[in-house]
């Protein structure tokens, strides 16, 4: 059996639009036209397809990532790391005060496989989730066709470093065309001077080169990994699509141009800071927050996270902070 399967994907035959609905749980998701329309026992939602799929398109990518992933204010997952809550109007106050939330856990495979399918069937020709708005059609209409390349890109995710013998590759014209925004990046490349029997063991790379070849936003890759020590660079046009819930700290180098952040309490929405990042600017997002970022212009950012496994218990039991440090 395919994981698919062993996942038990449940899905309806295609609607009269010509797309398939599908079933978690006690949530049913259906898209039409322009909107995908999410139901669960207690309650309904819809959101413009456009940027469901873009939040979709995350959350399957970086396999429900640290914390949780807002779709909007109403709609998300937490990542427990083996099993994923599903929910809807849980970390929404109005939603909480009415009873009309609700969640569900699964196991991350079938969750997966669910949203895979969903993200699979809904995005059509022509559409890039993962694409600025300006370098791609429009995912609106009746079906037609899919877009499999685009949703199923390789995920950058280096066990040392790009550029390491063996590891993620660094990129060149023949793979990755310099972005229209980033023409004026240098794209020269650092000398390497090994001692014999270390070559290859010594590497270097232009990150700004790198970063200037993403044909992505909003997609943060593992390009170093030290130990939990992660740097996860991205490129950033338009908004982010999800609202991120962090579950740790997580820290914000802006290598280039500007990113303005609405940062909301965690888990109540409610506003805590705005945030305007210009290049050179750094900032830890605290743990207990959820953030989403507006780049007016392509921009280079640099996310630094902290993999360890234990830190959300560490928070949630108060036994570390959710700040990086105390003034
Ligand atoms: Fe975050």
Excluded at 18 to 23: A, D, I, L, P, T
Aim: aromatic content about 12%; glycine content about 6%.
């Amino acid at each position: 059996m395919s994981t698919t399967e062993m996942a038990n994907v449940v899905a309806s035959a295609p609607n009269a639009d010509g797309y398939k609905e599908f079933s978690l749980g006690g949530f049913h998701f259906r898209r039409d036209e322009f909107f995908a329309h999410i139901t669960w026992p207690t309650g309904k939602h819809v959101i413009s397809v456009d940027a469901f799929l873009r939040a979709m398109q995350r959350d399957v990518a970086w396999d429900f990532f640290y914390g949780t992933v807002n779709f909007d204010g109403v709609l998300g997952t937490v990542n427990h790391y083996g099993t994923v809550d599903l929910f809807a109007g849980r970390y929404n106050d109005a939603y909480r005060k009415a009873e009309l939330d609700h969640v569900e856990n699964f196991d991350s495979p079938q969750i997966r496989e669910t949203f895979k399918a969903i993200l699979d069937d809904w995005t059509i020709e022509g559409f890039d989730p993962f694409a600025s708005p300006a370098e791609t059609g429009k995912p609106f209409g009746v079906k037609v066709g899919s877009n499999v390349p685009a949703i199923t890109r390789h995920r950058v995710t280096a066990n040392r470093m790009v550029g390491v013998t063996g590891d993620e590759k660094v990129r060149t014209d023949a793979t990755h065309p310099i972005n229209r925004m980033f023409n004026d990046v240098t794209q020269d490349a650092p000398e390497l001077h090994p001692e014999p029997g270390f070559e290859d063991e010594v590497a270097a790379f232009n990150l700004f080169a790198y970063l200037s070849r993403s044909d992505v936003t909003w997609n943060p890759s593992v390009v170093s990994q030290c130990k939990a020590s992660l740097y996860c660079p991205t490129t950033e046009e338009y908004i982010l699509p999800i609202i991120h819930g962090n579950d740790r700290v997580e820290w914000f180098v802006q290598l280039s141009d500007e990113i303005i952040w609405d940062v909301q309490d965690r888990d109540t929405g409610a506003p805590r800071a705005k945030v305007v990042m210009k290049a050179g600017d750094v900032a830890a997002m605290p743990g207990d927050i959820r953030h989403q970022g507006y780049s007016p212009k392509r921009s280079m950012l640099l996310v630094w996270e902290n993999a360890s496994a234990e830190l959300p218990e560490l928070i949630r039991t108060g036994r570390a902070s959710v700040y990086p440090v105390d003034f």
